[in-house]
């Protein structure tokens, strides 16, 4: 298995303009979840899928944040719009069921927004 | 939500002294603790976790101790070598839900 794919790996966008990061999981994994770190906030839980759904998503900083998972191999991080201070690295993780289980991470999207 | 109280912030030691990191957490119904290596541009990798169930798990030089109780767990790293530089997090999961990680501890082994 390739692991946790995440696209792009760098994104370097201008205020204002929409951002959509993508994340492909292991497959056979029936839990995805998105995390931002900053050197600030550290490893922050966006959001968490189980089977396709979204579970909790009281991370997602604003309403400008949204997220998708319309399969079982797909999902999407969307900002729009985008500001400075969304900079951060995005990380995409999947598990292979609900509960407690080992997360494996994608390689992360690097975003800057100017 | 779970709260998980991660120390130090930084760590340095000499190459082969032992490290401990240590963390807290605050839901009592928490039931697994990994622990993940970040390395410089690179994404977190699991090094080594526990169950509720057990109070100490050893492979090789990592060691991780859990006290229930106290809902303290604690990272141990003997004969440290400069390639374990890197940031450490722990996490808990919270109500079998979601993880929710420290905020990391940087350590730098000194050759």
């Known amino acids: 298995d390739a692991g946790v794919i995440q696209s792009p790996r760098h994104e370097v966008t201008e205020m204002g303009q929409e951002v959509t990061l993508r994340c492909k999981p292991i497959?056979?994994?029936?839990?995805l979840f998105w995390y931002r770190q900053t050197m600030m906030r550290g490893l922050e839980l966006l959001i968490y899928f189980n089977n396709n759904v979204p579970i909790d998503d009281s991370g997602m900083p604003e309403d400008r944040f949204s997220a998708k998972m319309p399969n079982a191999s797909f999902s999407t991080l969307k900002i729009q719009p985008s500001e400075p201070r969304d900079s951060a690295v995005y990380f995409c993780?999947?598990?292979?069921?609900?509960?407690?289980?080992?997360?494996?991470f994608g390689a992360g999207s690097r975003l800057t927004v100017l | 939500g779970e709260n998980v109280e991660q120390h130090p912030s930084t760590l340095s030691v000499q190459e082969g002294d032992s490290a401990v990191i240590k963390c807290t957490y605050s839901?009592?119904?928490?039931?697994?603790f990994p622990w993940y290596k970040q390395e410089l541009g690179k994404r977190p990798q699991l090094i080594i976790d526990i169950r509720s169930n057990v109070g100490e798990k050893k492979d090789q030089r990592i060691a991780v101790t859990l006290n229930k109780t106290a809902k303290h767990f604690s990272l141990h790293i003997t004969e440290t070598q400069p390639e374990d530089s890197a940031v450490y997090f722990c996490a808990a999961w919270y109500n079998n839900n979601d993880m929710r990680f420290g905020a990391g501890t940087r350590l730098t082994v000194k050759p």
């Open positions: 497959s056979g994994h029936n839990s």
């Open positions: 839901d009592s119904a928490s039931n697994y």
């Open positions: 993780a999947s598990s292979l069921r609900s509960g407690a289980n080992v997360l494996t």
